[in-house]
């Protein structure tokens, strides 16, 4: 027989295998769960472009304890996406994906989305911002997912930095001189539009003259060559217009020649005017000029 003191240690021995046998499942699910909940999907966007998250998987193992056996339909819920000034990003402009729709959706914040069927265990979604978004506010937007008896929660991260681009359709400009004597001041009938995409307004279009000439090789000098900001979208009658509502090149330097605050409000075309006023034995040859505007892109403040 063993004695008492050999008695107790067995008991204990015993009692020390029953109490790993209870731990061991209890450290698995939670490596399970903590595991499961690193889960983020993060989404960067510079410049118009659709951006789609990878597939984040979804597994039955991770539902909460007592429903994994349970074989029903799961579901995602709509979630919203908010910067810290409380601005959100249209539901329009955020799509989902999963293996049930046919093809991507537009989230709509009504709507639950199916993830897993009854009879699944594994399944998978997407998410995707169209390019739209792009010209949203700067910054960082964050939401939740939820999804049905899952007891962890995915971080979403959109960050839309700021960005700016311009186009125009030829930087080569010409007009043409008839009469100079006619009158002082010559305004070109054509309006040029500059084209920007940005989502801030921290920007500047300088402008640098190149040398315009006209067939004989006779030069109009930067002094004389003034332009101004119009909205391309209203009509204007160039013979209520005077040299006084015009700005002058600044010779052998760069121009501001529009700015996104301007820009915000429409002015995105340039009209030229040319000084003709000389002293009396000097006039501008009549002809057509050509010549070419260098532009530059300058960002202010990069730190939106």
Do not use: C
């Amino acid at each position: 027989m063993l004695k008492i003191k050999d008695r107790k240690l067995f008991l204990i021995y015993i009692l020390l295998i029953f109490t790993s046998l209870l731990i061991i499942p209890i450290n698995l699910i939670s490596a399970a769960d903590l595991s499961a909940s690193e889960y983020e999907i993060n989404l960067n966007m510079d410049y118009p472009q659709e951006i789609t998250s990878d597939p984040i998987e979804i597994n039955r193992i991770f539902l909460e304890a007592e429903n994994r056996s349970d074989h029903k339909n799961i579901y995602l819920e709509s979630f919203t996406l908010n910067n810290s000034r409380g601005k959100e990003i249209p539901a329009r402009y955020i799509k989902i994906e999963t293996p049930h729709l046919q093809g991507k959706e537009t989230l709509d914040n009504r709507t639950r989305y199916l993830i897993i069927k009854n009879n699944q265990e594994k399944s998978w979604f997407k998410i995707e911002l169209i390019k739209e978004a792009a010209f949203l506010e700067p910054g960082e937007y964050t939401g939740i997912i939820t999804i049905d008896d899952l007891d962890w929660e995915i971080k979403v991260t959109a960050l839309i930095k700021p960005f700016v681009s311009f186009s125009i359709s030829d930087n080569t400009f010409k007009f043409e001189i008839t009469e100079p004597f006619e009158r002082n001041f010559f305004i070109t009938d054509d309006l040029y539009l500059i084209d920007v995409d940005s989502n801030h307004s921290n920007w500047e279009i300088q402008a640098e003259l190149d040398e315009f000439t006209n067939e004989q090789g006779e030069k109009l000098n930067p002094e004389y060559l003034f332009y101004r900001l119009e909205a391309a979208d209203r009509k204007i009658d160039i013979n209520y217009l005077q040299k006084d509502q015009f700005s002058n090149f600044n010779e052998n330097k760069m121009t501001i020649m529009i700015n996104g605050s301007g820009y915000d409000q429409g002015l995105t075309g340039v009209r030229f005017g040319v000084d003709l006023a000389r002293e009396s034995t000097i006039v501008q040859p009549s002809g057509l000029y050509s010549g070419k505007i260098i532009f530059t892109l300058r960002t202010l403040d990069n730190n939106l």
